[in-house]
T-cell receptor, first 112, second 112 residues
């Protein structure tokens, strides 16, 4: 398996623009997690899905953030409108039930 | 509140030394514990997963131990090499939870 695949790896955009980050989890993993990492706050859990269903989105900072998982092999994290304080590295991770967690390489977002 | 603490925050050692990274957690009711490595600008790479019924796990020069009663895990790195330089994160899956609680990591620098 190729592991967790994220795109884009880097995104530079201007304040107010819509940003969409994509993730393909490892096949067979029924849990998918979105994290955000910054120097100030470290690694933060934004939302996670089980069998494509959002279970806990309490970490999503604002209504500007939304996440979907239309099928077992694809998820998106959308920020609309983006703000400079959203600049961070966004990670997607997947795991089997209570099993080992595997991370993607991350999407580095810069909002100017 | 369930927390994970890693001490020290940073560690610098000369090549060849054996070293120990520490991780402590506040609740002994854990399901498993996972150690990760993160290189600058990269995602998190899983190193070892220890189930609550296990006392230790080994992979090459790495050995992770788990003592639930004292709320501690250690990551032992034998014969350290400059390529071991990275940030090491500990994460705990508490019983009844599907998510991991992460420590803030220990930044390791191994000098030649």
């Amino acid at each position: 398996d190729a592991g967790v695949i994220q795109s884009p790896r880097h995104e530079v955009t201007e304040m107010g623009q819509e940003v969409t980050l994509r993730c393909k989890p490892i096949s067979g993993h029924d849990y998918l997690f979105w994290y955000r990492q910054t120097m100030m706050r470290g690694l933060e859990l934004l939302i996670y899905f089980n069998n494509n269903v959002p279970i806990d989105d309490s970490g999503m900072p604002e209504d500007r953030f939304s996440a979907k998982m239309p099928n077992a092999s694809f998820s998106t994290l959308k920020i609309q409108p983006s703000e400079p304080r959203d600049s961070a590295v966004y990670f997607c991770a997947s795991s089997p039930n209570r099993g080992e967690l595997f991370f993607g390489e991350g999407s580095r977002l810069t909002v100017l | 509140k369930q927390e994970v603490t890693q001490i020290p925050a940073a560690l610098s050692v000369p090549e060849g030394e054996n070293l120990v990274l520490n991780c402590s957690f506040t609740d002994s009711a854990i399901y498993n514990l996972q150690w990760f490595r993160q290189d600058p600008g990269k995602g998190l790479t899983s190193l070892l997963l220890i189930q609550s019924s296990q006392r230790e796990q080994t992979s090459g020069r790495l050995n992770a131990s788990l003592d639930k009663s004292s709320g501690r895990s250690t990551l032992y790195i034998a014969a350290s090499q400059p390529g071991d330089s990275a940030t090491y994160l500990c994460a705990v899956r508490y019983s009844g939870y599907s998510t991991l609680t992460f420590g803030k990591g220990t930044m390791l620098l191994v000098s030649p």
